[in-house]
């Protein structure tokens, strides 16, 4: 299983460079849109679709209101990114009182409401990390990949006291810390690669660890939905990693609150 993830992460990892980075405006909104939307079809048997027409149509939703917000400009605007906010703040609450407060979202309609006001602010917040600069959106990426790995080794090393235990048993908060250090140390590292003033450099520090404590947020409500839907893993495009909402549920809560820190700083 370790060799197939790493030989999925090496072919992965240069496709996603040059969609990322090496893509125009237009492509990359088309690149980016893509990924969501795949991770909206799966989004849509989180929350109990069966039936691949009846995903489609969910899909197809998702990518009108994406079209909609392409044209009418609303992918320029920070609301999308607010609302995004908001939506994990709530999110919150649910990991936190799960099972207790389930009956509030267990409906498939909600499940799919849910998806939308995830998916879409991650998909307006790569558009505008990538407007601002590609370096930020280079570095929200190794702030989670380096945040996974934090959490990762000092979780093994230190791991005593569940986080979420009801939601997703393995994970502690010793393992939020290890990665909220790894992360704050990457903070530091990327202020001196860009030459950042002290306020500057403190204020990403402080973003980063903000945005690190709510990217588990993303890992933990996918973990809920799939605790719900009785299922491992989000779907099974990638070999040893699950589906595309398995390798982007940090990214879906950290993009849009990083767009919102960028758009502040």
């Not at 393995?170 to 990457?186: D, N, P, Q």
């Amino acid at each position: 299983m370790l060799k197939q993830r790493i030989l999925t992460a090496l072919v992965l990892a240069p496709l996603a460079l040059v969609g990322l980075f090496g893509l125009v405006e237009g492509g990359f909104a088309l690149f980016t849109g893509a990924v969501v939307l795949w991770g909206g079809w799966e989004w849509a048997n989180l929350s109990g679709l069966v039936r691949p027409v009846q995903r489609l149509a969910y899909v197809t939703g998702l990518a009108v209101l994406m079209l909609l917000a392409w044209l009418l400009g609303v992918v320029q605007s920070a609301w999308p990114l607010w609302l995004g906010a908001i939506g994990w703040l709530i999110s919150g609450y649910w990991v936190v009182s799960y099972p207790r407060t389930s009956q509030q979202w267990h409906t498939p309609a909600t499940r799919l409401a849910m998806g939308a006001w995830v998916l879409l602010p991650c998909w307006i917040g790569f558009i505008h990390l990538r407007a601002i600069g590609g370096e930020w959106l280079l570095y929200v990426l190794l702030l989670v990949w380096v945040a996974d790995i934090g959490a990762y080794f000092a979780g093994r090393r230190f791991g005593r006291r569940k986080l979420a235990p009801r939601v997703s048993p393995g994970k502690s908060w010793e393992g939020v810390y290890g990665g909220m250090v790894a992360t704050a140390l990457l903070a530091v590292l990327f202020s001196a690669w860009l030459g950042l003033g002290t306020a500057q450099a403190i204020w990403l520090v402080v973003a980063t660890l903000v945005v690190t404590l709510v990217s588990v947020l993303g890992d933990l409500l996918e973990s809920m939905l799939k605790r719900l839907r009785g299922i491992k893993d989000s779907g099974r495009l990638l070999p040893g990693h699950g589906g595309i909402l398995d390798r982007i549920d940090s990214l879906t809560a950290a993009i849009p609150l990083f767009a919102l820190f960028r758009l502040w700083g």
